[in-house]
């Protein structure tokens, strides 16, 4: 079991889904800066409907982002020579 | 180190990786140099404060937030032209898309630092986070640019996986990165339709982006109420400002490189033709947008607007506005409208000329309307100080040194689609030509 847990962080998937995290993380930490700045805007009673859209819009953009990128990524590792072969 | 075995048809797009000449290194130290002087002097502006610069409490802002505009609009270069091409299916695309969108991750990473320059106190950009106000249009700008980065820098990544494979199949010093970053690309038709799809959604994806990017750029001006600011073509306006500077740089950027790495095989006058005349187009549009922002201030003949309309065209900025004319409008028109100086020496002197005249075009939209704003102030007075230009040659300096280790990293020019276009643009070419002209012998009867 520790065998298998050491070859897999030793791998260089464990890095590649590092990389690909950061990109989750980015989309992850501008909606939650997104929410606050819009919870920030009603506490101190600023014109919203701007903030909104933009917040709206700002998080859909970000996750599709992270979306295509995870799409790509795991679309190449199955379509490898290897993953056909098996 | 390279293979022998492996001698591509294409080997000299390889060569910039594993050859380095004396001029790489000369350039490199130099150009180290001046950006770790730019540090230098940005370490003792944080230590001395914002009174180590020109700027004072009425022109507030200068050279940072000019040269952020500058850089932001220089990264409209890439990923929109290399979306609108690609999307227009544009054959002699192929060898500049790379080019253009190496660009874009550059400047942007350079010119979203000039803020937080400008700040004086960067710590305070926490403040941001915590307590920032949506509604103003700094905060969108902070939205726009970061996801304008992210869908730019995953839209050099994608097209250039299939090359990324192409290295690791070779070999050499980083090897162990290119197998990580081509995610096990081996060219399989799966793969191959998975990557064109994105690669699609992408290129639709980014090109409202982009213009977003610019035109809340221009917001931060507008949405005020300062003389020469509040204006409602500034988005367009800066749109098409940042699409014109944005071409001068590939242009300069393609010349550079063709000579340095012997690219002429590549990028033939044929690709300068089209961008010298892509070049003169954005040339006339920008001419039209400056002609009918200033005209209509003209004739509204509104005291505190024509107080800056004046100082710009006959008061103390007038060396500025009129040298941005010739470089953005008079120059372009000569040269590029006529057959015998439409050359590659013509060209490389328009966009020159053509990326000082956009910088100085910033600086004009910056400075004045602050030095002369609304309230009864007397006139401000900006003169830049030394961190301040030692910074902007920094920021020059980045880019260029950002320019050079891509090239050490990465082809510059993409190989897969150089390999793609000579197997099938013909083919698909004359298909299309077929589907768009009328068959022979349709008369009708």
Known sequence: MFSKIKSFFGKIIFIQIILLSFLWMLASGMTLLLINLVNVSYEVNDHQSASIAISILGIIVFWVLAGILTYVLV????GRKKEIEI | MNNPQNIDEDEVLFNPIYHSGKGFYILGGAMLTVLLFGVGMYIRQLIFGLGET??????????????????IGISHAGTLISAILRLSKAEWRRPITRMAEVITGIVLMIGGLHPIIDLGRPDRILHIFQRGRLQSPLLWDMTSITAYFTA??????LPL???IALLRDRGGRFHKLYKILSWGYDGTEKQKHVLEKAINILMVMVIPIAISVHTVISWIFSMTLQPGWHSTIFGPYFVVGAIFSGIAALIIVMIVFRKAYHFEDYLKDIHFNYLGTLLLVMSLLWFYFTFAEYLTTFYGHEPTEMRVFLYKIIGTYSPFFWIMVVCNFVLPVIILSNKKTKTITGLLITSIAVTIGMWLERLIVVVPSLANPRLPFPTGIYIPSFTEISLLAAATAAFILGFMAFSKLFPLISIWEIKEGREESVRIVSDRLNQYLPSKGHIKK
């Open chain 1, 75 to 78: 679309g190449l590792y199955r």
């Open chain 2, 54 to 71: 020109g700027m004072d409490g009425t022109v507030s802002w200068g050279f940072y937030i000019i040269s952020f505009v500058f850089f």
């Open chain 2, 152 to 157: 730019s820098t995953i839209y050099l990544y």
């Open chain 2, 161 to 163: 996986i299939p090359d």
